[in-house]
């Protein structure tokens, strides 16, 4: 008997998990927020250059100015005479126009966007290895407690060296955050309702509110501030949403894992099965055979073996090409015609379709198939685009690039969305937080290059072959993981659905009708064959 059979006859999805699912999707949307700034942060404007102080007394600074043809645009430079100064043709405030990024210093945006991925990289390897150890919940609720603070700090950023530090203290936090999110949530629902973790479409609409907010405010400072202010309630859900059942039975607090499970059924309006303590019981001990002598889990121990190794190791380059994608086109967003905050929207909206065909596809064909499918259209799309660009002129080469890239993004999103769920299938509880902070430092490498691999002004064409080609090697290495849809969450190491792919199944694929659990547990209990007959077709 597992733990998500118990969620079963609790309720299932019911009041207990919509709560959760609430508390956990504001936190998402508001990361997303976070995560976003730098695209409109690094909005660069029309730009004067101004030589001498003095003239700007003789010529103000007005649209009409800034369209006479004395007065060039974007220009470093005035008749061989260096640019002292500079006048923006916008009122929006962003960190480009607060300390003139522009010219010699054009280097300071695209590092400011990499450093802070690299800051979100530093926490999704420290909070993975924090929630195996000291639980989701105050992980979770830690890392978004410092993110709201550090963005009111940023909103005071007196320089452009000390907004880079806030804007990697802040990826940090975000990094920690997006690492427990899905682990945390994932265990508190049966079966069924996992990939209901990717498919509530909490990232895009925080995106959304972001982009509106952006239009309002334009203002990079207030958005920091906008940002804290609205993450401040959310941090009181710490008191009404408890630690992972699942994770305080791994760790022996048996008492306590069976006094939330008491809660989820209380809120639910069910009582709590008979049998509950005795699955409690049973992980605990498995969990504890598994520790080898009281053991810590670490990221050595998703490459101990061929099998996890290659789950790792391909899961890891997955999440770093759609990562490339993913952020590089949303970066860079601003390098397509038309209202940079509906452009904004846009490319976050576009990411709906894909999170509510991905909940119905990955329950109805599996998560392989449904993540190979988006890695075709999304390489598909990108080629179209480099196509587009060499055989279409006049304005409906813009209009047909950036439907195409709204569709690769939806694409990279779809990928992202099936696999996620699909991750945290593939590894035990005790290794569950670090295998899914592994896949998403990659996904954070990947969001380093982003802003550099993908040029979308200067390097159209080799920016979009490179999102093609690798999303074809994606496409292929997909073929090469195990389903999982339908299978119980495994607790520890001797049952993770690596060890399935090994016992029985020597060619790397587990059964997609026959799900073999096979216990090699050291002479102990544990030694057992458990076979489930998930689906069978007469």
């Known amino acids: 008997m597992a733990l998500e059979q118990v969620y079963e006859d609790i309720g299932g999805l019911s009041w207990f998990q919509y709560r959760i699912i609430v508390v956990i999707s504001l936190v998402k949307a508001l990361t997303g927020w976070s995560m976003m700034m730098m695209a409109f942060a690094g909005l660069v404007p029309k730009f ?48 480009v126009t607060e300390w003139d990024l522009v010219c010699d210093l054009k280097w300071v945006k695209p590092t400011i966007t990499s450093i802070q991925m690299a800051g979100v990289l530093v926490g999704a390897v420290l909070a993975g290895q924090s929630g195996d150890m000291f639980g989701r919940r105050g992980t979770n609720f830690g890392f978004f407690l410092v993110h709201t603070v550090f ?79 609205l993450s401040a309630p959310v941090l009181l859900a710490y008191f009404i949403i408890p630690e992972s059942p699942r994770w305080l039975a791994v760790q022996g607090k048996l008492k306590e894992a069976h006094s939330v499970v008491e809660k989820m059924a209380t809120v639910n309006g069910r009582s709590v099965p008979p049998y509950t303590m005795e699955v409690i019981e049973e992980i605990s001990l498995e969990a504890a055979n598994s520790r080898k002598g009281g053991k810590k889990y670490s990221y050595l121990d998703i490459f101990n073996s061929f099998s996890i190794a290659k789950i790792t190791l391909i899961f890891g380059f997955q999440w770093c090409a759609i990562s490339i994608v993913f952020y590089g086109l949303s970066f860079g967003v601003a390098s397509f015609s038309g209202n940079l905050y509906l452009n ?96 998403n430092m990659t996904a954070r490498i990947g969001a380093i290059i982003a802003p550099f691999a993908l040029d979308l002004d200067y390097n159209f064409a080799a920016s979009y072959i490179t999102v093609g080609v690798l999303q074809v090697v994606c496409l292929f290495l997909t073929l090469l993981l195990p389903e999982t849809m339908g299978k119980s969450l495994p607790d520890n190491v001797d049952t993770g659905n690596h060890g399935n792919a090994e016992n029985g199944h020597t060619n790397g694929f587990v059964n997609e009708d026959l799900d073999l659990h096979v216990g090699l547990g050291n002479g102990t209990a544990n030694e057992k064959l458990d076979v489930k007959i998930d689906t069978l077709e007469v």
């Open 48 to 95: 004067r250059c101004v030589v001498e102080e003095e003239e700007l007394q003789d010529y103000p600074v007005t649209v009409s100015n800034f369209t006479n043809h004395s007065f060039p645009l974007d220009k470093c430079s005035v008749n061989g005479t260096v640019c002292t100064t500079y006048q923006f043709l916008s009122d929006a405030r962003s960190a």
């Open 151 to 229: 963005n009111v700090i940023a909103g005071f950023s007196t320089s452009w060296q000390m907004f880079i530090a806030l804007r990697f203290l802040i990826g940090f936090c975000i990094g920690g955050q997006l690492v427990v999110l899905v682990p945390y949530l994932t265990e508190f629902l049966p079966i069924r309702w996992r990939p209901l973790v990717s498919a509530v479409p909490m990232w895009p609409l925080g995106v959304v509110l972001f982009a509106g907010a952006a239009w309002l405010l334009e203002d990079w400072s207030h958005l920091h501030f906008g940002c804290a202010v």
């Open 344 to 439: 904004i929207a846009l490319m976050a909206l576009v990411e709906l379709p894909a999170y509510f065909a991905t909940f119905f596809f990955v329950n109805t064909i599996g998560r392989r198939l449904t993540t190979f499918g988006y890695f075709v259209i999304g390489c598909a799309a990108a080629f179209a685009c480099v196509i587009v660009h060499y055989k279409v002129s006049g304005s409906a080469r813009g209009t047909a690039i950036s439907v195409l890239s709204l569709l690769a993004k939806m694409a990279s999103s779809g990928c992202w969305g099936s696999t996620a769920t699909w991750v945290v299938e593939n590894y035990p509880t005790v290794t569950r937080s670090v295998g899914y902070g592994f896949v």
